[in-house]
Structures are given as structure tokens and as C-alpha cells.
């Protein structure tokens, strides 16, 4: 994914690792914020009698500098979708990320 200032991508099934890169341009003045998340599934009660409740946990955070790129493996043992946000670098700096499933 490639993008002005911020670009997001995830995996479209859940998977036992992957791989996130993200690139911020040489062009930009400001840091970008890369962010890994994992889809999480907890009960609601006991013996989930209420169903479960589902929602994003952050997994990782970190700086990607422009003109530089950081590259971060994240492992979900139990199968997991996952989802890679970089953001903040500015709008007239380009950027990208994209990720390797496993």
C-alpha cells in the first residue's frame, strides 16, 4: 500500500505470523507512527455463557524516520487476523507498508 501521510493494511484471514514493513519518503520532516494490532476475542461471562466481544489490541509500536524503513515480525500462536496502521508522516510526504503473511 502506498499512500500520502498514512496507509493501512491487515490480513484477510487469520494467520500464525507475519511480517509488517513500513517505509516513510526521504522527502518528509516528520516521524510516522507504525502500529501493530491483533484481533483479540475474549468471553463476556462465565463459561461464555455471554458470548464473546471482539476488538483490536495493540500489539507493537514504534517510530519509522524519514527516509528510513522499519520491518517488525509479530507471531499470533492461536491464529490471528492482524492489522498494520503507519501514520503521521504528513501530507506531503509519501509512504508505504506492506506485509508477508505466514
Not at 38 to 49: A, L, S
Not at 50 to 68: I, K, Q
Amino acid at each position: 500500500m502506498q499512500g500520502w501521510d498514512w496507509a493501512v493494511c491487515g490480513t484477510r484471514f487469520a494467520v500464525g505470523s507475519a511480517t509488517g514493513i513500513a517505509m516513510v519518503g526521504r522527502e518528509g520532516s516528520r516521524n510516522a507512527t507504525f502500529t501493530v494490532y491483533v484481533w483479540e476475542c475474549v468471553c463476556v461471562g462465565p463459561f461464555c455463557v455471554g458470548g464473546t466481544e471482539c476488538f483490536w489490541v495493540e500489539n507493537w509500536r514504534g517510530l519509522v524516520l524519514p527516509g528510513h524503513w522499519l520491518s517488525v515480525d509479530t507471531r499470533a500462536p492461536d491464529h490471528k487476523w492482524l492489522r498494520w496502521n503507519l501514520d503521521g508522516a504528513g501530507g506531503d510526504t509519501q509512504v508505504s507498508l506492506a506485509a508477508k503473511y505466514r
